[in-house]
């Protein structure tokens, strides 16, 4: 099925005479810029095919979902986590970028949220061993061969759950060898046509195992200390940003705490790796928290990772963005008019309406983009 044509912008919607809101200036990082600071953060859709020659592959499911939040005025779409290898998918169902025939599938979704005047983005990752994991409405338990699975690695033999396999612990030969793929899927970005690339560090995914002390118990050079422990997460930015263009922008989600206390990786080590990564060209920080042990408990409420972001964005200059149950318009413009983020992440608030940037535009008195095939509607 070919693509629906792109359809040209008009004017934005217009604003009050005096108004004006922080949430729809734009952002400009490098060569790049933003038309407003809503972003949308990447979240898995978990429903491209899990084997054969279109394993990983986008499609019809893809484009739609895409496509509607471009219409929908989001300034930034960041892309699901996409595989860099088949062996790094969270799930047998996830997107992947190890492969060519991948490559010209997403084309078609870089395309049209351009002419939407939305900046298309993707994080690219390896999920460690939190892999081979199934759909979230399936339960999100490990699969085996018998259902398109596969032994997941990890920095460390440690299962991220009982009942769950454990992990191959990554030789050194390895690691330089996971670190070329996540340049090599920067390179096939890239060619996809995204303008943004993110590096997934967070969520107890791989990078985010050797970041923690609770995942990595190495004791070579990527072990121990916490110059050891963030040795692998350097050098895939340094692998990327060595083949990733100059004149546009690589951010890295982290999670900048595990909440387990001195036995995880902590804020305070966040604020010492981001000034690290802002040395190694790093544009951004997507900051978020959690995800490396299962059943921790974290006090969950509206911003509550705000805080984390705001601390890096102080100590360090390096520019964030927020996440995590940031839902109302007036709570994403007080984050960013206290200068505590340069934008806002917003996930499932995103899932349950596309056009959340057009209700928040009329109710700021912002501006957003509006497609000519709707100008009868404004």
Known sequence: MSAAPATPAAPATPAGPDAFAALFTPYTLRSVTIPNRVWMAPMCQYSAEAFGPNAG???????????????????????????VSPEGRISPYDLGIWNDTQVEALRRITAFVKAQGAVPGIQIGHAGRKASTDTTWKGGGWV??????????????????????????????????????????ARRALAAG??????????????GEFLSPYSNKR????????????????????????????????????????????????????????????????????????????????????????????????????????????TEPEQAEKILANGEADAVLLGRELLRDPYWARRAAAELGGEVRMPIPYHRAW
Request: charged residues 20%.
């Open 194 to 207: 995204y303008e943004v690339l993110e590096i997934h560090g967070a969520h107890g995914y791989l990078i």
């Open 57 to 83: 592959v986008a499609h019809e499911w893809h484009f739609a979902h895409y496509a509607a939040r471009a219409v929908g005025g989001t300034g930034l779409i960041i892309q699901e986590a996409t595989a």
């Open 219 to 326: 004791t070579d050079a990527y072990g121990g200390s916490f110059e050891n422990r963030t040795r692998f997460a350097l050098e895939v930015v340094d692998a990327v940003r060595a083949v990733w263009p100059e004149e546009l922008p690589l951010f890295f989600r982290i999670s900048a705490t595990d909440w387990l206390g001195e036995a995880g990786w902590s804020a305070d080590e966040t604020v010492r790796l981001a000034g690290l990564l802002l040395e190694h060209g790093v544009d951004l920080l997507d900051t978020s928290t959690g995800g490396l042990a299962p059943g921790v408990k974290i006090a969950v409420g509206p911003g509550y990772q705000v805080p984390f972001a705001a601390r890096v964005k102080a100590e360090t200059g390096l520019p964030v963005a927020a996440v995590g149950l940031i």
């Open 144 to 185: 085996g061969p018998e259902a398109h699975g596969w032994l997941p690695s990890a920095p460390s033999p440690v299962a991220f759950a009982e009942g769950d396999p454990v992990p191959h612990e990554l030789t050194a030969d390895e690691i330089r060898a996971v670190t070329g793929q996540f340049a090599d899927a």
